[in-house]
């Protein structure tokens, strides 16, 4: 039986393979083509390179299905396992079941404002309502999608732990991936709708002249308006939930009776387990997706107008207006192939554990930096475009490097504060808290260092943009990056 499945999973990675190749195969059949690509005529027809950006989230969102199929299939696990997970399960869809109420509501209040605005005062475009509508539903179902398929995993988690390193490894990992390109592919597939509405139907279905970039640009960001308000509810609602929960299961569980702090007989622990994955996962799924929609639409104004104010052609500031949405399509087929190299051996340390999380991702970053130069290459965009694009890979693996020095297990900041609380709480309490917030402080200094050299790099490039376009790449391994939350909620889950 192991081998049948493993010549299944085999079989499975060379149609993935063929399929990932198959894609990657678009751009360079459009690097291949002639000058004239770039070129829009009359019929307002959108060039074959553009396609990049929504083919590619469908592919992320068929990639979030398969993953989720591998981890229905896995073992789910002992009875105990099964019991714990139910029980966090039922209380994560009670929580988001209420939540979900009071933001529709809200969501409701909300549009029928901006239809008044609208319609009535004629103060906003008429589209702006249904931008902000689709926003919100797109970012919790996001959310909503990562956080049952956590809940999923976590008894799977447990249960493939127990059998191997790697394999508790690989479900939380997938687990995490599911919620990661869950978010970018709804996120690039409805952006890209939009636009192919705006740009070729809407003068159509509605008469008058065709929306120029600038107008398409400025109704497109009222999508991230919605996003941001479902991200606010999430984030911060699910935040709020499971540090009361937290406090609960330490004071009243611990404290007063006695219960270890991840005992599954203390109720506040299957709380706090609830709010990790109603905030934790949810809700950072609703706030990645909205900052994830932010960036690329906010970097598509932002060079739509720099290139209006040059006197540039339609068809450089569509290929300007294009860009963020294709460097987010390629960043998802590179995300996509770094997360099968992420795999470890038995016995591992955390140090080699995070090293294979960092192998996917330094492979994923080196080829977006080779991806990027062939994007800025074929749209013809000035060389700076490239560098802010680097400068904002290097700087981010900088930042998260930074990040785990001061935090994880393996390095000295964190084996001083061990060493520092073992003397007791008579004499280590105070110095082990002041160091822990000290390290909290001093781990801030990689930010402060970042922006600093991208202030020096925007000296030194003198182009538009720059700062979203490296935000904008910061977040085109999201992907990736963004599944190691949900993934730490797998293994952390009390499953026995």
């Known amino acids: 039986m192991t081998s049948l499945r493993f010549r299944k999973g085999r079989s499975s990675a060379r149609g993935i393979g063929f399929l990932l190749a198959g894609v990657l195969a678009l751009p360079l059949n459009a690097l291949a083509a002639t000058p004239d690509a770039l070129s829009l005529d009359t019929g307002r027809m959108l060039p074959m390179w553009w396609w990049l950006a929504p083919i590619a989230g469908a592919l992320a969102l068929v990639m979030a299905f398969y993953f989720y199929r591998s981890i229905a299939a896995a073992s789910p696990g002992t009875e105990r396992m099964q019991e714990i997970a139910g029980y966090v399960r039922e209380g994560a869809y009670a929580y988001l079941r209420r939540q979900y109420k009071v933001v529709g509501i809200v969501f409701l209040v909300l549009v029928a404002l901006l239809s008044y605005m609208a319609f009535v005062l004629g103060v906003q475009h008429r589209l702006v309502p249904f931008a902000f509508l689709t926003g919100g539903l797109f970012s919790g179902l996001a959310g909503f999608i990562g956080m049952k398929t956590a809940t999923l995993a976590s008894s799977r988690t447990a249960q493939g732990a127990s059998e191997s390193l790697n394999r508790g490894l690989t479900i939380a990992f997938r687990a995490g991936s599911v919620m990661g390109l869950t978010v970018v592919g709804l996120a690039l597939i409805d952006i890209s709708l939009w636009f192919v509405y705006l740009y070729k139907y809407h003068h159509v279905v509605f008469g008058g002249h065709p929306m120029n970039l600038e107008t398409i640009t400025v109704v497109m960001l009222c999508f991230g308006m919605g996003a941001s308000t479902q991200a606010l509810f999430a984030r911060v609602g699910g935040g709020i939930y499971t540090k009361a929960a937290d ?40 706030d990645l997706y909205e900052s994830y929609a932010g960036s690329v639409l906010a970097t598509a104004a932002l060079g739509v107008a720099a290139a209006t104010v040059a006197g540039w052609g339609g068809a450089k500031t569509f290929a300007f207006l294009s860009a963020p949405m294709m460097l987010a399509g390629i960043g998802i087929i590179l995300s996509i192939i770094g997360i099968f190299l992420v795999r470890t051996h038995e016995n591992a340390s955390m140090k080699a554990l995070l090293a294979a999380l960092n192998r996917g991702i330094y492979f994923s970053s080196a080829l977006i930096i080779v991806g990027a130069w062939g994007m800025v290459r074929f749209l013809d965009m000035p060389i700076g475009v490239f560098w802010a694009i680097a400068i904002g890979v290097v700087l981010g693996i900088i930042i998260g490097k930074g990040t785990e020095w001061a935090t994880a297990a393996e390095y000295t900041p964190t084996k001083f504060i061990a060493e520092q609380a073992a003397t007791g709480l008579r004499n280590g309490d105070h110095r082990w808290y002041c160091r822990g917030n000290v390290l909290h402080l001093d781990s801030r200094r990689f930010r402060v260092r970042r922006y600093t050299a991208e202030l020096w790099g925007d000296g030194w490039i003198q182009r538009f943009a ?28 009390d499953c026995g």
């Open 247 to 286: 406090v609960g299961a330490d004071l009243v569980g611990k404290v007063e009776a006695g219960i270890p702090e991840d005992d599954p007989r203390n109720p506040a622990t299957i709380a706090d387990n609830v709010g990790d994955n109603v905030g934790d996962v949810a809700g950072m799924g609703a």
């Open 466 to 493: 720059r700062r979203s376009l490296r935000d904008r790449n910061r977040r085109s391994w999201n992907a990736f990056d963004a599944r190691f939350d949900p993934c730490d909620r797998c293994v952390w889950a």
